[in-house]
């Protein structure tokens, strides 16, 4: 079988590249071992690349910075079987106001909206720590801004299953797979610009059950499917800064650690089957390049 991954940075994105081929390599590694035949996109415009390669492929999954995420999910979905979020939850995803109302009103803690003294200025449609600062200043087009939370940034893995009917998307009714919760190194540099830089997989904080509720809670209320990432910080509280309805860094350090393929949990999941629990063993810290190194 015929599987395209249409990943955009490494075509078109330099800055985010290393990242991206990070993302790729361990899931062409795990397609390739479970006999799929990988098809990727050239250099030509990626959404006619993906529009041109998808019809001959079985299935696809689109890996692109979230504010690009559901433009070119469409074009997939319209050609072939989608392994990931569709492209209507990962539009709105892509909008961080929207999504921090919508976590708001289903009674999960969102960093407050604040305008003055320090604070956290982040563009309204971005994707992970891209132009995220902290500032006193005013947000600038495009951008709002956040109470700064001091506390233990993380994030947990997921994957949610769904399957497919002939004219809309049914949910499968179980609960979102567990991967891992992921401790996330995060550093401020000049000017309070915030660069993340990797972390460290599996961890076990102390409140990690309500970390994982937290996350489900998160992925359900906004409709996502196939692999999420949920980012929070830890403080007083558990809070809720960004929902990733796509691959995420943090899986070059779950495969280091997981028994099971990704490959087959990403497409057991697409029909409703994800299993229901992975077995990972030791842990590992992993960078935006790829590198994994054991704990």
Known sequence: MNVLLAEYTTLHDPLLAPEGAAMLAVLEQSFRRCG???????HGDFGTEIERIAPACDMGLVIAPDHLLSRYTQILEQHTHNLGCGFMPAALCANKVSTEKILRSHALRVPAGISAGKKVIKPIKGSGADRVRISEALPGK????????????????????????????????????????????????????????????????AREEEMIRTAIKSVEVLGCQGYCGVDMVVSDDIYVVDVNPRITTSLVGIAACMEEEIAHILVAASKGGAPDHVHLTGSVRFDTGGKVTPV
């Open 36 to 42: 799929y035949t990988v098809v990727k996109p050239g």
């Open 142 to 205: 495009d951008e709002f801004s956040q109470q700064y939370i001091e506390g233990e940034p993380f994030s947990v893995s997921l994957v949610a299953s769904r399957v497919v009917g002939d004219a809309c998307l049914f949910f499968s009714g179980k609960p979102p797979l567990v991967l891992a919760v992921n401790r996330q190194f995060i550093e401020a540099g000049p000017e309070g610009a915030l660069r993340y830089l990797g972390g460290e997989t599996p961890v076990h904080p």
